[in-house]
């Protein structure tokens, strides 16, 4: 993606300044490990990317939030979400290491965890092992209505995190249905999820809207690698004012109900909005 890398903890801290210095709140981290394997264990020890990486971000900018992806997709030679079994993913089995890898990124100083995996029960298994491991006071914000998109292309290129074999439609939404996507959020709250997420952004304000209705917990919406490299595309081709176009779909998310947005606009946008 035009403008995205791939950053070391040493430099994930010098952007983290950026961000700070621009007017941002915080950052999200996204984890690419040296080795994987069948069960994503690179994701769950305590020396692993991103523990490094947040105590690297807290010891130049200690008042930045950092939040966590919690996944396995990263750190699994097959690139799904879970552990597998004949094939398939195997829910329960999962669980515990998305369990286990919230505990150590919380325990390396993460502000908040937030599992994107879509496994049925992990807000309830997380929230579990972040209080028996001494850290109930660590926020939990569930990505509960997170759809199977196209338009994640660009990010799982960015972090080699696509799947080897099929896809992810048995565990992500189908993107066809928004009650659906209700029923889930409810699950994760009453599980414990802290702050919830709608997954694409643009093309599911709908999904915001009602979420934003029906809910009155905080309300984050992620806009993914797909409606960035678009406007990008479309803004180097001199097609759109690349600028407007995106100031334009950040405000509709805005507009639609989402009280915080994750973007790969957000130094861009920052910077435009300062001026």
């Not at 690179?42 to 200690?62: C, E, L, M, Q, R």
């Not at 100083?109 to 660590?138: F, K, Q, Y």
């Not at 990505?143 to 960015?158: D, Q």
């Not at 309300?219 to 690349?242: N, P, T």
Request: glycine share 10%.
């Amino acid at each position: 993606m035009p403008g995205v890398a791939r950053l070391s903890p040493d430099l994930c801290a010098a952007a983290a300044k950026e961000a700070k210095s621009l007017g941002m709140g915080g950052v999200i981290l996204f984890g690419i490990p040296a080795t994987k394997d069948d069960r994503g264990t690179s994701g769950i020890v305590a020396d692993g990317i991103i523990p490094t990486a947040i105590k690297a971000i807290k010891d130049a900018v200690p008042e930045l939030a950092v939040v966590t992806d919690v996944c396995l997709c990263e750190y699994t030679d097959h690139g799904h979400c879970g552990i597998l079994r004949d094939g398939e993913v195997d829910n329960d089995a999962t669980l515990p290491l998305l369990a286990a890898q919230a505990v150590a990124h919380a325990k390396a100083g993460a502000d908040i965890v937030a599992p994107s995996d879509m496994m049925d029960g992990r807000v309830a298994a997380i929230r579990r092992g972040l209080d028996e491991a001494g850290l109930p006071l660590t926020p939990i914000l569930s990505y509960a209505a997170k759809y199977s998109s196209s338009f994640y292309g660009p990010f799982r290129e960015a972090a080699g995190s696509a799947p080897k074999e099929g896809d992810r439609k048995g565990y992500q939404m189908d993107y066809a249905n928004v009650r659906e996507a209700l029923r889930e959020v409810a699950l994760d709250v009453e599980e414990g999820a802290d702050l919830i997420m709608v997954k694409p952004a643009l093309s599911y304000l709908d999904v915001i809207a009602k979420v934003r209705d029906a809910f009155d917990l905080p309300l984050w919406a992620y806009s993914v690698g797909g409606e960035y490299v678009m406007v990008k595309a479309a803004a180097e081709r001199g097609w759109i004012d690349g600028e407007r176009a995106m100031l334009e779909s950040l405000l509709s998310i805005r507009r639609a109900g989402a009280d915080t947005i994750i973007t790969y606009f957000a130094v861009d946008a920052a910077k435009a909005l300062a001026r």
